[in-house]
Nanobody, 124 residues
Framework: QVQLMESGGGLVQAGGSLRLSCVDS????????VGWFRQAPGKEREFVAA????????SYVDSMKGRFTISRDNAKNTVYLQMNSLKPEDTAVYSC?????????????????WGQGTQVTVSS
């Protein structure tokens, strides 16, 4: 059973950086494709980035390319989201999600397991 837990959120000034972590306590995390999503108040949940289980292929939403980087360390059962040059509009709850041996996809319904999320607040 996959149990995802996010950490690393917080309050940061515009232009700053944060690194989010998504940790799973199970033994087979390396077999899961993992995505990061975010939801701002009053808005729909949206895709941020994802990383493939097999070859580490990554995918990003266009607006975040060059600012956000997703990576994984299978030895630590962790997927990271490095966020640089943060903007106030990046303020949201960020959640990670996983799908067993799945393809990288921005589709929310493709992911089977979700964490509780971590709040990121960017002040202007």
């Amino acid at each position: 059973q996959v149990q995802l837990m996010e950490s690393g959120g917080g309050l940061v000034q515009a232009g700053g950086s944060l690194r989010l972590s998504c940790v799973d306590s199970g033994p087979a995390f390396s077999l899961y494709t993992v995505g990061w999503f975010r939801q701002a108040p009053g808005k729909e949940r949206e895709f941020v980035a994802a990383i493939d289980w097999r070859d580490g292929q990554t995918s990003y939403v266009d607006s975040m390319k060059g600012r956000f980087t997703i990576s994984r360390d299978n030895a630590k059962n962790t997927v990271y989201l490095q966020m640089n040059s943060l903007k106030p509009e990046d303020t949201a709850v960020y959640s990670c999600a996983a799908v067993y041996m799945g393809r990288v996809t921005p589709m929310i319904q493709s992911y089977d397991y979700w964490g509780q999320g971590t709040q990121v607040t960017v002040s202007s």
